[in-house]
């Protein structure tokens, strides 16, 4: 019996120390996928992908590489990264990816290396992130993945300062698989969350000024409104001297002959 029950422990250690392995591993492109070169150095410049679309950019160590892609309910979505260093590093440097929705909430990660620390004579570092599954309704106080827009940004949050600069490849993929099921919210987003980055109208000419009434240019239009705090401070300043005066006269004692 005893014999039993270190059998039925290890193989469930073994479960779990397997499961991770098979979360953690990378998303791969999908076939005949146009490989991007690009990547954007902000939010409103972040390089749009789809899922399962290679990326392969050369950057420099320092840089904060900006990609976009869209995520409908029911999806779950991984992040890959790799960054293979062209020449020797001085130091160890610690890398980070991060996900943030439409709205601009970073977005926790399930699994994956997200912040790994690459050591001098690494010739590469190996990121990623399992997202949540998007629902398709949240609270807004909640911080779920809903559907819309997602950016993923790379940055590396510590290095030796000459390092800085050196170029590097960064290859990245963003895998989507649908999780299937019954959601189980009882409401729907009404429209996904993306971003307005619309700029206004531009003006054609400079607006006319209007020209100023006549009744304005004579000495009544310099005069503070009735009710203008103007008036009411040096009212409260008489009043506040009359005052004084008053309270003076009366403690003021008198001489003695």
């Known amino acids: 019996m005893r014999t039993l029950i270190r059998f039925v422990a290890a193989t469930a250690a073994t479960g779990l120390a397997l499961a991770p392995a098979a979360a953690l591993a990378a998303p791969s492109p999908s076939p005949g996928a146009t490989t991007v070169a690009k990547a954007g150095t902000s939010f409103l410049t972040a390089t749009t992908i789809d899922a399962g ?59 994956g290396a997200q912040t790994p620390t690459a050591e001098p004579a690494a010739t590469s570092v190996t990121l990623g992130c399992t997202l949540r599954r998007v629902r398709p309704w949240a609270e807004p106080w909640s911080g ?54 619309r700029a206004g109208t531009v003006l054609a000419a400079e607006p006319t000024p209007e020209p ?24 409260g300043g008489v009043l506040a001297a009359v005052a004084g005066v008053a309270g003076f006269a009366l403690t003021r004692r008198p001489r003695r002959r």
């Open 144 to 197: 779920d993945p809903l559907p819309g827009a997602y950016y993923v940004r790379l940055s590396v949050t510590d290095l030796p300062e000459p390092d800085l600069g050196a170029p590097i490849d960064v290859d990245l993929v963003v895998g989507a698989t649908d999780s299937g099921g019954a959601s189980g919210d009882d409401g729907e987003l009404a429209a996904p969350l993306v971003p307005n980055t």
């Open 53 to 111: 679309q290679p990326v392969r950019v050369g950057a420099s160590t320092g840089d904060h590489l900006y990609w976009s892609f869209r995520a409908d309910a029911g999806q779950v979505h991984e992040v890959g990264v790799t960054v293979t260093f062209g020449k020797p590093r001085s130091g160890a440097s610690t890398w980070t990816v991060d996900v943030f929705d439409g709205l601009r909430r970073r977005q926790a990660c399930t699994a």
């Open 212 to 235: 100023v009434a006549a009744e304005e240019t004579d000495l009544t239009g310099w005069l503070p409104e009735a009710g203008s705090r103007w008036v009411w401070t040096g009212v």
